[in-house]
């Protein structure tokens, strides 16, 4: 359990009051983040009231608290209770991992997840205190001190954490890392992590032609075989890999997810996307971009050979074949679906990886292989002049273009914000790759629910000729959310529940479809190609 109390500094006129004023009291909010409800979490709200006693609030049905509007001198004190059932950091599933963690012996949380937002609250004053909880040390907020006069936008950025966690500090690319790690076993050790993290550091830097632009916090927590990532929030970096894989094990998958967060310090915080748009447009770009600097940050630092760096691409090429709407999904698609399915989530990663490589050889083949990427990575996340942090299409395409010399707005359209295939087998005959296109069996469930695959959902369509269409299911059927399938995977079968009739009625099908899949081979020439974006 977590007890936090806030005191916001509001006086007379301030927008809280305003905004307490129309709601007829202080409406406190936890909004969704990464596609998550954290309002469940919230156990309990009270507003202090000037007798020095706490007024309970009333929770609504939307999730929000109201209290009353009491401002003691121009004040306004509010206490809540935050709860976890999570038995672990990575808890149930994708959406349980992003809920605090509050066990008994240590705490985590990113501030998105347990600071409630008055309505009206902008950048106002305020001061944070937690309570002890039991823990062995009390909870601290990462990037700040609790109990000092802050600011409420920086709030929801900061992590908090709590109990045992060990410190450390190394320098790399001129600044200091800081380490806050969770003790526990490891198939590496605490000095390895650091070390790898301070060398792909010291890579980035010099790639970006500059030092860090931030003085980053890494914070180590366990993840599972099936749970690993890393989140970056302001100056911190949460990483949590799979304990079991030593760092170059596996393709060196905690190395790359060190590599991809990492770089998000440059794409992410130091430039990040326009936000007059919906949170998917630019996914592509500040995910998938991302993920092509990871993994030829480790191919250019020898932690894998060009051999690995081609079965990623394929690998890359075969989930791009698979996802349904590959071809369909425009950014402004994605920027109003990115959270309603797993296929639109996964999208931007996939082609962004897989642009950023083709993109790599199109500035290589523009300039005579005088430039490669980079030179477009340190132009286009370069804060401008007008828009500050924030880059948007014209910015990317104008940096791109300073690069290469020539006009690539037919090129942007197409594969940057359109959905046109990505001409890979184009650069394979243009480059003298050696490449296959071959029929196979890609992973495809056969159907489309709106607003996505989830519970309450109902089917919109379902292709024709597919074994979900062999197997009963039909347009207008209702999900009950009760489902098993693997994505990417066409050799485990799909189980999904609809209700018929008032009845659940389990389906089961094989979600296979044939596809057109194009292939590297793993040959002198294609190592030849790929050893160039190194260069």
């Not at 170059?248 to 905690?254: C, D, I, L, P, R």
Request: hydrophobic letters at 45%.
């Amino acid at each position: 359990m977590l007890r936090a109390e806030a005191v916001f500094l509001a006086p007379r006129g301030a927008p809280i009051r305003e905004a307490a004023g129309a709601a007829g009291g202080v409406v406190l909010r936890l909004p969704p983040w990464a596609g998550v409800d954290f309002s469940v979490g919230v156990d309990s709200v009270a507003v202090l009231t000037p007798d020095g006693s706490w007024e309970a609030g009333t929770r609504r049905q939307d999730g929000s608290w109201v209290v009353a509007p009491v401002f003691a001198r121009g004040r306004l004190a509010v206490r809540w209770i935050v709860r976890s059932g999570k038995a672990n950091f990575v808890g149930r599933g994708r959406a349980d991992l992003f809920r605090p963690t509050l066990l008994d012996d240590h705490a985590l949380a990113w501030g998105h997840t347990w600071v409630l937002r008055p309505d009206g609250v902008g950048n106002d004053p305020v001061v944070v205190s937690l309570g002890a909880g039991g823990w062995s040390e009390p909870p601290r907020l990462v990037g700040a001190e609790s109990g000092v006069v802050g600011r409420f936008r920086a709030l929801p950025r900061l992590v908090l954490l709590a109990g045992a966690w060990d410190t450390a500090t190394v320098r790399s690319a001129g600044q200091p890392l800081h380490f806050i790690l969770r003790p526990g076993t490891r198939a590496f050790t605490d000095e390895a992590f650091m070390g790898a993290v301070a060398g792909v550091a010291e890579s980035q830097a010099g790639a970006m032609a500059g030092l860090l632009p931030v003085s980053p916090t890494f914070v180590l927590e366990d993840g599972s075989a099936n749970a690993h990532g890393g989140t970056v929030e302001g100056t911190v970096m949460v990483l949590y890999p799979d304990p079991d894989l030593g760092l170059e094990e596996g393709g060196a998958v905690t190395l790359r997810l060190v590599a991809h967060e990492l770089f998000h310090f440059w794409n992410g915080t130091h430039a990040r996307p326009d936000t007059t748009v919906g949170e998917g447009w630019y996914k592509w770009f500040q995910e998938g971009m991302t993920e092509y600097v990871a993994r030829r940050t480790l191919l250019r630092e020898g932690f894998v050979d060009a051999g690995v760096f081609i079965a990623e691409l394929n690998d890359a090429l075969l989930e791009y074949a698979s996802n349904p709407v590959a071809h369909t999904a425009t950014a402004s698609v994605l920027a109003e679906r990115y959270w309603d399915a797993e296929e639109y989530r996964q999208l931007p990663y996939v082609k962004g990886f897989l642009l950023g490589f083709l993109t790599d050889l199109r500035i290589r083949e523009a300039t005579d292989g005088r430039a490669g990427i980079d030179a477009w990575l340190r132009r286009a996340l370069r804060p401008d002049q007008a828009r500050g942090p924030l880059y948007d299409d014209a910015m990317l395409l104008r940096a791109l273009e300073a690069v290469t010399g020539r006009d690539e707005r037919a090129w942007y359209d197409a594969y940057a914000t359109g959905a046109e295939p990505l001409p890979f087998e184009a650069t394979c005959s243009a480059l003298r790759m050696d490449c296959t296109d071959t029929e196979g069996v890609v992973f495809d469930l056969g159907f489309t629910a709106e607003p996505g695959i989830t519970e309450d959902a109902v089917v919109s369509a379902v292709r024709s000729g597919s074994p979900a269409e062999a197997a009963g299911l039909e347009v207008g059927d209702r999900l009950t959310g009760g489902a098993s399938f693997f994505p990417g995977d066409p050799t485990q079968d799909a189980i999904v529940e609809v209700y018929r009739g008032g009845t659940v009625v389990p389906l089961t099908w094989r979600p296979v479809r044939t596809a057109r899949i194009l292939r590297l081979e793993d040959t002198a020439r294609t190592r030849a190609v790929v050893e160039t974006i190194i260069r």
